[in-house]
């Protein structure tokens, strides 16, 4: 019964996290039509970079809607430990293809700050960059959102993009409105290099935590405390403690392995009955946990 309670959550948790990660490839393709005819009437170049940022996301989104879905799947024989590390791989390659496109924008940007260009429609550009801030607010809200409450890489990855299209897009508001009051021409293209320093950083953020999840890095400290207070629970059962802890994650789920230490003079029955037993509590207060135990005589 417990099992199936488990399973149900998971589901509900997959059709959750699917369906956030289709509502962003649906934002992110309202946000690059929107940018895309303000770059032409504009032809601001700080336009055109968040222009650019919006089809990185739209492609990431995507990336992250087909990783979760495949997440999903349960282990099979292949794959015993499930498929979650697709998350991590998917946030890697958004993380390689997002630093090419900053490095992009820095080399398109050195080029206008040598030969100025001038802008137009500067009004249009601060209508639409406004409509793209409260789209991208809402969007963030929703992916942070579903990110803590299904634990996910891939989408907290996509919140991290659109917090960054939220910088983006006030950046370009406010060099379209210095462009309008000033006349400076140097400063687009100037929004523009900040805008893809920032990129870069967040680029690097995301490749390093996708890498440390592919290696296995341990859990917090904070989860080897939990379960040593959720087995220290059991010491008038048998149980003098535990050793040997390892823990890691993939995707949106955590592995817990350990030896755990039960008095030697309990029959076999009783120390795997007490094994069960802390199992079923570690899976119950860790969510989305599997836990591995192997029983040790001791004492």
Do not use: C
Not at 31 to 44: D, E, F, Q, V
Not at 199 to 218: F, H, K, P, T
């Amino acid at each position: 019964m417990a099992t199936r309670k488990i399973d149900l959550a998971l589901h509900e948790e997959a059709a959750l996290k699917s369906s956030t990660a289709r509502l962003s490839i649906y934002a992110a393709a309202f946000l690059i039509a929107l940018k895309t005819g303000t770059g032409w009437l504009t032809a601001s170049i700080s336009v055109w970079a968040s222009l650019l940022d919006s089809v990185m996301d739209i492609f990431s989104s995507m990336l992250n809607y087909f990783a979760v879905r495949i997440a999903a799947r349960p282990a099979d024989e292949d794959h015993l430990y499930g498929h979650g590390k697709i998350e991590s791989l998917a946030g890697l390659f958004q993380a390689l293809v997002i630093g090419l496109s900053g490095t992009f924008l820095i080399w398109e940007a050195a080029r206008r700050l040598i030969r100025p260009h001038p802008t137009s429609a500067e009004l249009i550009g601060i209508g639409s960059m406004i409509i793209a801030i409260v789209v991208s607010v809402a969007l963030v809200m929703r992916l942070r959102r579903v990110a803590r409450q299904t634990d996910s890489p891939a989408l907290s990855s996509d919140a991290l993009h659109y917090a960054t299209d939220i910088y983006i897009n006030l950046g370009v508001l406010g060099a379209l409105a210095a462009t309008v009051f000033t006349g400076w021409l140097w400063l687009d293209p100037v929004v523009s290099i900040v805008i893809a320093v920032y990129i870069l950083w967040s680029a690097a953020s995301v490749g390093y935590e996708s890498i440390n999840i592919l290696m296995d890095r341990r859990l917090p400290e904070d989860v080897d405390e939990r379960v040593a207070v959720i087995v220290s629970r059991y010491r008038n059962q048998g149980v003098l403690g535990f050793h040997d802890l390892r823990t890691r994650r993939s995707g949106s789920h955590k592995f817990v392995d350990l030896h755990l230490e039960v008095q030697r003079d309990k029959t076999f029955e009783e120390a795997h009955a007490i094994t069960v037993t802390v199992i079923r509590a570690i899976e119950t207060e860790l969510s989305r946990t599997r836990v591995q135990i192997h029983t040790d005589p001791a004492g």
